[in-house]
């Protein structure tokens, strides 16, 4: 029926990223998030936010999300050349639109061989524990997470 | 441990609103339907896109949705002033960033009492059968669609 | 060495589309055309500007296309919607950022099972001759032309 | 024909530039590349994306490439001043609407009298990868590339 391929990941992959991510949120107790996953085209596939999410959440978890695609590297990366080279992440920011927010808590989702199929953002806590949450989402899955470390 | 008040639908609500709506679009064949929900303060609470939906349609859905609660009627009001006060129409879309389109397919959703709790908006296949799914979505969870035509 | 899957048309592909949409143009004494090749998830492939085009025209072929692709549909159907649905089509617009322009000259690039594999934008001349090239250039790498005109 | 002078680059040199830059990326066995070539209006004359390039590649290539048109050196001047001047930068990546991404990679192509006749932006690798393909492909077609470094 579909008349357009699909792009990496699928709705029901998503959507399963989504429950294990928030899963992991629940059992560390943190504050209410919001996940969003795109697909390898920058498209969303499938995003919600808990209730009691402060306003913007959708919006930044989002710009996580899009910012890892755009460069190709996760979070961590942009967040360490938001350091180094202020003008050029600047830039990117007014080019996407705002939608490149480079902090932890946007990771790649690859195959095996690397490739990427999407991205997760999250947002809602501090940082380093919305990637925790985004991690196991894309593990739940059995792919593989790229956060902007090496390994 | 939420600061923020819930107004209007919850999580759950909204994600049971879409597992219906979507439900609905496949017992009828539809094309790939987007489905967005929003709170009554305009926030998107929850958005599933299906394999196959063309570039645009979460940005549609989220219009029929933010322009029914920005004005506080459903998609077919909308849709009949745009035909008789244009260029309100135009400015209201300029005003809204976009986010405020005027046909079928953005359904309030109302409690027992016509409170407004949220607004769901839904893209994919004719506006028309869009609205069906949305109006299925709602009565799912108990609540009244408004659709913008007089019951 | 890439890591992003290849959505629809590779960059060999966009390139064979432009080579033989400009020979069209040329062949028939049209005025300096631009032609812009966008992959099914609406990333710009390729594009080329004839010498002597007038300013807008890259915006105007890229609106074309992406137009297309927001809704599924050639040129032809939008410039339809555009007519019967103005305050839709008005929406549409700015929701799209301006990248959604109804009129002929925005052509899906499908494959035999009709699925999009993108799409192509030309301006400069007349619409409907903008169009002529669009098809020639799809047709020229073995693909079907979806005009938004029933065949 | 055409009714509007060319201003600087043709299309065939625009052309001719993207191939050579191209082709020294695969000798590099560089990551895939975007290049842009603008004329001297800051007018886009063409563009390709290699398959693979990551989402935001046209939109960064086109800000290095504008970037230096619109002060009028290269990309490594411009990062010098981004890191000297950064309030002056990032007010002119607001006014050019995020066409001014302040790194090397943007490189002014002129006559032998140093009159700029366009710009080339590459982005796709490293800063400094993605600067010696467009200098490659600047002198490829006989024109003096100036990337923002005295001789």
Redo the contacts between chains.
């Keep these: 029926?579909?008349?357009?391929?699909?792009?990496?990941l699928?709705?029901d992959q998503?959507?399963a990223i989504i429950t294990a991510a928030r899963a992991k949120g629940r059992e560390l107790?943190l504050?209410?998030l919001t996940v969003v996953v795109l697909?390898?085209?920058?498209?969303?596939?499938?995003?919600?936010?808990?209730?009691?999410?402060?306003?913007l959440r959708?919006e930044i978890a989002l710009g996580k999300a899009?910012g890892a695609?755009?460069?190709?590297f996760g979070g961590r990366e942009l967040a360490r050349r938001a350091q180094s080279?202020?003008?050029?992440m600047?830039?990117?920011s007014?080019?996407?639109?705002g939608k490149?927010v480079p902090v932890p808590g946007g990771v790649l989702a690859?195959d095996a061989n690397?490739?990427?199929?999407g991205a997760v953002g999250i947002s809602g806590d501090l940082s380093a524990q919305d990637e925790v949450c985004a991690v196991a989402g894309i593990q739940a899955v059995g792919l593989k997470p790229d956060t902007g470390d090496a390994e």
């Design positions: 029926m579909a008349r357009y391929p699909t792009n990496g699928t709705l998503a959507s107790n504050q209410p697909d390898a085209g920058g498209q969303v596939k499938a995003m919600q936010r808990e209730d009691g999410s402060s306003l959708p899009y695609l755009a460069l190709g080279m202020q003008g050029f600047n830039a990117l007014d080019i996407a639109g490149a690859c690397g490739v990427i199929l």
